[in-house]
């Protein structure tokens, strides 16, 4: 499912952490690192004022929204497909 990897947010903002990598703010509140780390991740707009400020609006994956369950379905919807 594509869900798996997180449920798509907006960025809203961007803060660097105390090591001084880039954090994109999301609208669910969560943060999520976007570092240019070559090959793995591949983000030159991440440092640079100009490249930030056009990722706003774009979507990433949050992957703690999935990990919190929400948009999950309930565990009792869970358990009454297993028993039919
Ligand atoms: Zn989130």
């Keep these: 499912m594509a869900r798996r990897h997180g449920i798509p947010r907006r960025i809203v903002g961007f803060h660097r952490d105390e090591a001084g990598d880039w954090v994109a703010e999301l609208e669910c509140g969560h943060g999520q ?25 774009a979507r990433l994956r949050c992957r ?3 990990e919190e ?10 358990r009454r497909v297993n028993r039919s």
């Design 64 to 66: 703690r929204c999935l």
């Design 69 to 78: 369950g929400e948009d999950r379905p309930a565990a009792g919807a869970l």
């Design 33 to 57: 690192h976007v570092r240019h780390d070559p090959p793995w991740r591949n983000r030159p707009w991440a440092e640079t004022e100009e490249g930030r400020r056009g990722k706003l609006g």
